[in-house]
């Protein structure tokens, strides 16, 4: 069986981060392990007054007992991370647990829609660039690339400008940039390129014009899922962005309840299917 961690916090209401990537790999067929790098009562996104308990100091704990187990992992998944001190201690994570024939994906997490996640600041920004480097795939939204490569944010380029994005992430040290909420007409969806091959990738669903929190996660967790199983990077960007595609549809109906995610759970059960396939 393959086995994936991922590190992250726990929003304990709004369905993002562990609550979606924890669920997801493991429908997957991949035993999760999980490091959660913070607590909070909420995410952050809409919701204010929210608590935050900082597990930065567990991190390095978790790491050595892990280490005197001798346990390995396929793939290391790491999201959402609070402090410019924790992207420092998930990147000693992946030096320690990072080898020839594992992975590792960073979800550069800081933002949405142009700005920045409360709370982050430039140097959290200068952390992820660092952390990116160690990456094999890094799958970061238009506006996470926009402060990674430090140019302004554009809503929706097209895919001739998307991939002089992706090249400049690659030269930034991004092995393999995902980059996700591009246009092409009537459609959204994906794009990706091997900096070592060469090779570009994309990937489309019709476009549905509705936003919903934690569909990021959504994305990044089926592709890291893809991947760990084996997929090649274009499997792996279709399954991603067909899952996203089948989780914001089926929330439609119950958009004005459910403000704080999406009912990605009423298409697991799809998911599981696309794989026997
Ligand atoms: O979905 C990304 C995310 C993860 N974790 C927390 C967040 C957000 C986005 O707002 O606030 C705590």
């Known amino acids: 069986m393959k086995r994936a961690v991922t590190i992250q916090d726990i929003s304990c209401f709004g369905k993002c981060s562990l609550t979606v990537a924890l669920p997801i790999i493991s429908a997957m067929g991949i035993e999760t392990a999980v490091i959660p790098t913070a607590v909070l009562s909420t995410h952050t996104g809409g919701f204010s007054n929210y608590t935050f308990r900082d597990l930065t100091g567990d991190i390095p704990q978790i790491a050595s007992h892990w280490e005197q187990l001798g346990l390995g992992f396929d793939a290391i998944y790491t999201g959402y991370l609070g402090s410019p001190a924790q992207v420092q201690i998930v990147s000693d994570f992946i030096d320690t647990f990072g080898r020839e024939d594992n992975f590792i994906v960073v979800d550069p997490v800081m933002g949405d829609a142009g700005?920045?996640?409360?709370?982050?600041?430039?140097?959290?920004?200068?952390?992820?660039r660092r952390l990116c480097t160690k990456a094999d795939y890094v799958i970061p939204?238009?506006?996470?690339?926009?402060?990674?490569?430090?140019?302004?944010?554009e809503e929706s380029p097209d895919e001739e400008h998307s991939r002089e994005l992706l090249r400049s992430l690659a030269e930034l040290g991004c092995k393999r940039p995902v980059l996700t909420g591009v246009r092409r007409g009537y459609e959204h969806g994906a794009v990706a390129y091997d900096s070592q091959s060469g090779r570009y990738y994309s990937a489309y669903c019709?476009?549905?014009?509705?936003?919903?929190?934690?569909?990021?996660?959504?994305?990044?967790s089926v592709f890291t899922g893809a991947v760990t199983l084996g997929k090649d990077l274009g499997?792996?960007?279709?399954?991603?962005?067909?899952?996203?595609?089948?989780?914001?549809?089926?929330?439609?109906?119950?958009?004005?309840?459910?403000?704080y995610g999406s009912c990605f759970e009423l298409c697991l059960g799809d998911l599981i299917g696309y794989l026997r396939r």
Do not use: Q
């Open 235 to 259: 499997e792996a960007l279709e399954l991603a962005v067909r899952f996203t595609s089948d989780c914001i549809t089926a929330t439609l109906p119950h958009a004005d309840e459910v403000w």
């Open 115 to 128: 700005k920045l996640y409360a709370g982050f600041t430039d140097e959290l920004v200068s952390g992820m």
């Open 141 to 153: 939204n238009m506006t996470e690339a926009a402060f990674l490569l430090d140019i302004p944010y």
């Open 206 to 220: 019709p476009h549905i014009d509705r936003r919903f929190h934690g569909t990021g996660d959504i994305f990044a």
